[in-house]
């Protein structure tokens, strides 16, 4: 199975902050990178897809990058609904894992 | 706009088998995959499995003798199907569309609510 982490695992940030959250593989994976934002007791929704490829109707604020084995999310302008929980997932392979996750909260 | 919302028992039985269905409404299952993807309390995301619209399934290989995903014939909801549960399979459980695009990239555009699955005698 190809592994996913994330970093921070946590991380506190003001309103209008930007923010970077990593992630990375433990084999490349090209460009199969999604990321998804989870509010607690919600259902996660993806923000990214294919790297860098955002959303439909997502606002310019969010962007990922990367390829391979190194992926960063960044969110621009921080929000009050920002806030929660951000996973990675790989979708080169089966098992699409999924990372362990990026909790950001309010300073 | 697709979308999905999950249904069955709240509560089962220890090697019992967990039985879950997806409703899909606003589309039918004529194209792109369709998942499972569960979350133990306070835990991460844990992809169970999906099936291609053309009926072939990718199971998580730590799960894969105990799952089976499968469509209805009407094409309108899909099925999960977990046997012998045991407490570490007590989770919130998200049935998913996993769109298909150019590249063969997967986007898991549109989710269910998820529902609760508490595995107790």
């Known amino acids: 199975d190809i592994q996913m982490t994330q970093s921070p695992s946590s991380l506190s940030a003001s309103l209008g902050d930007s923010v970077t959250v990593t992630c990375r593989a433990s084999q490349t994976i090209g460009r199969y990178l999604n990321w998804y934002h989870q509010k607690p007791g919600r259902a996660p929704k993806v923000l990214v897809f294919a790297a860098s490829s955002l959303q439909a109707g997502l606002p310019s604020k969010f962007s990922g990058s990367g390829f391979g084995t190194e992926f960063t999310l960044t969110i621009n302008d921080l929000q009050p609904e920002d806030f929660g929980t951000y996973y990675c997932q790989q979708t080169y392979v089966v098992p699409r894992t999924f990372g362990p996750g990026t909790k950001v909260e309010i300073k | 706009q697709v979308q999905l919302q999950e249904s069955g028992p709240g509560l089962v039985k220890p090697w019992e088998t967990l039985s879950l269905t997806c409703i899909v409404s606003g589309d039918s299952i004529n194209s792109d995959y369709w998942a499972w993807i569960r979350q133990p309390p306070g835990k991460g995301l844990e992809w169970i499995g999906d099936?291609?619209?053309?009926?072939?399934?990718n199971y998580n290989p730590s799960l894969k003798s105990r799952v089976t995903i499968s469509i209805h014939m009407s094409r309108t909801s899909f099925f999960l199907k977990l046997t012998s549960v045991t407490t570490a399979d007590t989770a919130v459980y998200f049935c998913?569309?996993?769109?298909?695009?150019?590249?063969?990239?997967?986007?898991?555009?549109?989710w269910g609510q998820g529902t609760l699955v508490t595995v107790s005698s």
């Open positions: 998913a569309r996993a769109k298909t695009g150019s590249g063969h990239f997967l986007e898991f555009d549109s």
């Open positions: 099936v291609y619209y053309g009926g072939g399934t």
